[in-house]
């Protein structure tokens, strides 16, 4: 069967076929999914952006206290010269 038969079959059924009856309340349910799931994406967004705050919060704190920029000291003494 190649598509342009595929196509004709499907035509043809659903000529034959009355349209699906929707129930009366699937609005107002489809509605009240998309609130909800658009709700959760809000709370993950914040989730993320709270917890990415708090790492650079964290990161900033330790950058202060252990000063990686600096040169550590050095653990060996200079050469004594002249003697």
Same mark, same amino acid.
């Given at each position: 069967?190649?598509?342009?038969? $595929?196509?004709? @079959? =499907? +035509? #043809?059924? /659903?000529?034959? &076929? ?21 709700? $959760?994406?809000? @709370? =993950? +967004? #914040?989730? /993320?952006?709270? &917890? ?32």
């Amino acid at each position: 069967m190649n598509l342009s038969e $595929r196509e004709a @079959a =499907v +035509r #043809r059924m /659903l000529e034959q &076929a009355p349209p699906p009856v929707v129930p009366p309340d699937l609005y107002g349910e489809v509605v009240r999914r998309g609130r909800r799931v658009q709700r $959760r994406g809000r @709370a =993950v +967004r #914040r989730l /993320l952006w709270l &917890a990415l705050l708090a790492a650079a919060v964290v990161f900033a704190v330790w950058a202060v206290t252990a000063r990686p920029w600096v040169e550590p000291p050095s653990d060996t003494t200079p050469p004594l010269t002249g003697w």
